[in-house]
């Protein structure tokens, strides 16, 4: 049988800066399953997993609209056919004048048309790129935005499980254990010396949680269990008023 205690120092020091895949990754790394089961637990994981992928979506989000994509200009289909016939045309136009000046006028009239033609493409395509960028740059912003509320929910959801203590079956022979009052009076403890009165105090506290501990571990639950292992739980005894 294998008990393993869930990474709650690694999950903790991740932050709503961190990416998507990294929550991801660290929580399949502290133990973070998802599992099927309506106790607390399961809901609890099941939430966070999601908020982590919705973060990853949003990360992606943000990526894409940081690119600003090029504007590509196609001719109209025919073109290339088209430019070869104007000239033809123009130059028949001008042969049929009688006067040289009359010529030349009907064969730059061909150039002007052309010229303006492409200046018209040109201001089209410096607005068109101006507006493109204009919309990438509100989605980026509106990404960055929706990311910043995907990585509170995120926060949120590992604030939920790590406030509760559990024992979980997780597998046949495998369970996770969280017990975060044990972990914070152990740290405590390691702050204060042997002679202190509050290290007396920690002392029993730690007893009276692992005691729990043990007693599930010897009689492991089917589903989830949080018996015992809250200092709420572990309320001193009424003292004894009769005289």
């Given at each position: ?44 994981m ?28 196609s ?21 049929f ?53 995907a ?90 008023t009769?005289?």
């Open positions: 049988m294998q008990w393993s205690p869930l990474d709650a120092a690694r999950l903790s020091a991740l932050s709503p800066r961190d990416s998507g895949a990294r929550w991801l990754s660290v929580l399949a790394e502290a133990g973070v399953e998802r599992l099927r089961g309506d106790g607390p637990p399961h809901r609890a099941a939430a966070l997993y999601d908020a982590a992928w919705s973060l990853s979506s949003h990360d992606e989000a943000v990526t894409e609209t940081r690119v600003t994509d090029k504007l590509h200009f001719a109209p289909p025919g073109m290339w056919l088209l430019v070869p016939g104007l000239y033809v045309g123009f130059i028949l136009l001008a042969a004048r009688n006067d040289f000046g009359a010529r030349l006028v009907a064969f730059g009239a061909l150039w002007s048309m052309a010229g303006l033609a492409a200046l018209g493409v040109l201001l089209w395509i410096a607005a068109a790129t101006w507006s493109l960028r204009a919309a990438r740059r509100q989605q980026h912003t509106d990404a960055q935005q929706a990311r910043a509320v990585a509170r929910a995120v926060a949120r959801a590992r604030d939920t499980l790590l406030s509760e203590p559990f024992v979980l079956r997780v597998r046949e022979n495998r369970f996770l254990q969280h017990v975060p009052d044990l972990n914070r009076i152990e740290k405590e403890m390691r702050t204060l010396a042997p002679t202190d009165p509050q290290f007396a105090a920690l002392q029993q506290q730690r007893a009276a949680l692992t005691a729990a501990v043990t007693a599930l571990r010897q009689a492991p639950p089917e589903r989830w269990s949080r018996d015992g292992l809250r200092l709420s739980d572990q309320r001193p005894a009424a003292p004894n009769s005289a």
